[in-house]
Every structure is written in C-alpha cells, then in structure tokens.
C-alpha cells in the first residue's frame, strides 16, 4: 500500500505510490527488529552467568579490560533497542498512513479513528494516479492538540452532537484545520423564517434570527472621507464585474451593496462567530469562515473582484509581517481573474515605513493603478487617525 504524508502546510493528504523497493524496506527493517530484540534476549538472559564467570576470573587474574569491554557491548546493545523501538514506530505509523498523528495511542476517540482510517476505493485502483486507498483529510497542525481533537470526536453516533461552541474555534485557531467530518445531528433552535431578496439584504429581521446587530447603510453610497470609493465608480472601472470575494467581509455591508449591482459576493469572516455567520445568512448572503493565515478555497482566476478592507492586521494571523503580507497578496492574485480588479479599502498603513514596504509589495504584481488616495481616517476604535490606503487595481494578462 502506498504511504500518505500529512506534514505539509496546507492540511491536504498527499499520496505516495507503493512499490517494490518500499515493501521491501520495511520487511527487512521488520527482521531487523527481530533480530536486534533476539540478541537482546540473549544478553539478558545468558549474559549473568557469563558475567558471573567474568568476575571470578577477574579477581582472580586482576584484569579489568574485560570488564570495560563487556559493560561496552551491553550499552550497545541497550542503544540498538532504542533505535529499533523508533524504526518500528515510524513503520506503525506509515502503516497506519499519518506521520503528525499518532491513530495507536489508547485515548483517541474511537470515532476519529474510523474517520481517519483507511477506505478502499469503490472501484479499487485508480489508473491516473495509481492509488488505491483513500484518506479523509485533517490539518497536520491537528496533531498538536491530539486532546482537543479527541474531545471534538467523542460523541455518541446517530445522537444530537455535544454541546461544546468554543471548541472548534479552539482547534481552528490553533491551525487544525480542516476538522474531521462528524456523525452526530447538529442542534438547532427555532428561528422566524428569513424574508425574500431583495428584502433580507437591509432588514431587521436578520437581527431577530441571529442576534446580531451591524448594519452600514451610508457605506459605499455616501462618501466620508477621500479614502472612500463609492460601488458605483469602482464597478464602472472594470468590465462584466459578476462574481467577487470580500475578505474580512464583517456583517456583510458590502456582498449586499454588490447584491442591489446583481453581483455575487461570498463573504469572508476572519471571527468564527456563529452569530455573524447566521446574521450574514440571513441576509441571504453567503458566509465563509476562514483563519488570517489559511489558503483560499478557491481555483485560480475565477473572481471578478477582491475586495480587503482595513487589512488583515485587526485580525490577527501576523498580519504586520512582511512575508506574511506577500503570502496573503499573492493568494489573492491567484484567484482573481486576467482584468479583474483588486479593491484595497482603507487600508492602515501604521508608518512612513510600513507604506514603502507596502506600496513596493504591491508593485510586484504589475497591477494597472485605476485609483490610488492615501490619507487619515478615523481609527474604527476611536483612538485616533491612522493613515490609509485606499486603491483600485487591475490584475494584466500574464504568460
């Protein structure tokens, strides 16, 4: 079978394909084990006579090298039981097909074995990539917080799932992430029905199923300030503008705005808030969750529009690092379309310093600048300004 690797960033499995020389590898590391604890037995089972013979012809002969010598060859033999311990570890766990996630450790929940466990194909081996086996995904940074994974899959089959909120924001946060599939009934408490479009986009309703109360009604239509484009003249910047991504979306001010121009936004939360996500819902908006530091659940070149608001650093995820900055542009850049255009919405710049770096980031990529301001704006704490960067970009056609 072959082996899967799940050490790699992203959180996906990658497959291996099992050949000869692997199988190979491991049954003669298997007799190498074996052989290695045979000796073992022997040293410790034989070796006292032997030993007690050596001593009475030591003190009779005065001779100590012999001593040295044999206390030598059990310390060798003691190191080889160690090392075999760790070779016959590391074959348990490519048989087992994870390497971040020890599945043989007694306190895992029986149901995150099963969901890890190895499934045969349907159709048994698959002629393009060759596999025959197929792992459910989890994020190799799971592994890290084994105890709380575990407590997220213990639960009873079939049963209403355990009440426990916080603990997948726990596991997210900590970058475990895809969570494991369940199989246990979601709960659910009784919610007035969500009105129409276009009704739900602007209506209080939405506050009575969620709780949640955030609406913006002025942005995007009233400028405050120079920093603030309106809907409008962005969308008469570019062409055939049908379907966009806001990051940092918050309640969903803006996938509404682009509603009313019949244009699809999916919104992007960086808070793992239920409320927010049933608020946007509400609206008849579509939330998606994403942690600062994840990569876009999206293929290449496939949004009209990208829009960022205020940045990523009130957020969290180190969003004042450069590379975590030039990690985050160019997944974006991914995703965005050949004449698509990039919103950059007042964006902080927290220093002189910050706004070269950033402003050289952006130069990178090559962009058409349509619309470019830089000023104060009011901090949304209420501390103070900050400056901003507020900008309109256009992706060129490359390669």
């Known amino acids: ?37 045979l000796f073992a037995l022997y040293a410790f089972k034989f070796a006292p006579a032997a030993m007690a013979g050596k001593r009475s012809s030591i003190n009779q002969t005065g001779n100590p090298g012999d001593a040295a010598l044999l206390s030598d060859r059990i310390s060798l033999i003691v190191r080889e039981i160690g090392s075999s311990e760790k070779k016959l570890s590391q074959i348990e766990k490519e048989i087992l097909g994870y390497e971040t996630l020890d599945l043989s450790k007694r306190k895992l929940a029986p149901e995150l074995k099963l969901f890890l466990s190895r499934h045969p194909l349907p159709l048994g081996r698959d002629s393009r990539t060759g596999i025959t086996v197929m792992v459910s995904s989890v994020g190799h940074s799971c592994g890290r917080r084994v105890d709380l994974l575990s407590q997220f899959m213990t639960y009873k089959p079939g049963e209403l799932c355990p009440v426990a909120a916080d603990l997948p924001s726990k596991l997210v946060s900590n970058g475990c992430d895809p969570l494991p599939r369940r199989r246990c009934r979601s709960r659910t408490s009784p919610k007035p029905d969500p009105l129409p479009l276009p009704l739900s986009l602007w209506d209080p309703i939405s506050e009575k199923i969620s709780g949640w109360k955030g609406f913006d009604k002025k942005m995007w239509v009233t400028a405050r300030g120079k920093n603030d484009f309106l809907i409008d003249e962005v969308l008469a910047l570019g062409t055939n503008i049908r379907i966009g991504f806001d990051i940092n979306g918050g309640s969903g001010d803006f996938a509404a705005r682009m509603a009313e121009k019949n244009v699809t936004v999916v919104t992007s939360l960086l808070n793992n808030s239920r409320t927010l996500g049933d608020f946007v819902a509400a609206r008849g908006l579509f939330p998606l969750f994403l942690i600062p530091a994840e990569r876009l659940p999206f293929q290449d070149s496939i949004f009209d529009i990208v829009h960022v608001m205020h940045g990523l650093g009130e957020a969290g995820g180190g969003g004042s690092r450069p590379e975590f900055m030039e990690f985050f542009l160019f997944d974006v850049d991914r995703v965005l379309r050949s004449g698509g255009l990039l919103w950059l919405d007042n964006w902080f710049l927290a220093d002189e310093k910050k706004k070269v770096e950033f402003t050289s980031l952006v130069d990178k990529f090559g962009y058409k600048k349509l619309k470019w301001v830089v000023g104060e ?8 300004k900050k400056v901003c960067l507020s900008t309109v970009l256009q992706k060129p056609a490359r390669g």
């Open 1 to 37: 079978m072959g082996a899967v690797n799940l050490s790699i960033g992203d959180g996906t499995a990658r497959f291996r394909r099992s050949n000869l020389c692997s199988s190979s590898l491991h049954i003669v590391m298997l007799v190498s084990v074996v052989i290695t604890n």
């Open 377 to 384: 704006k009011s901090d949304l704490s209420g501390s103070g």
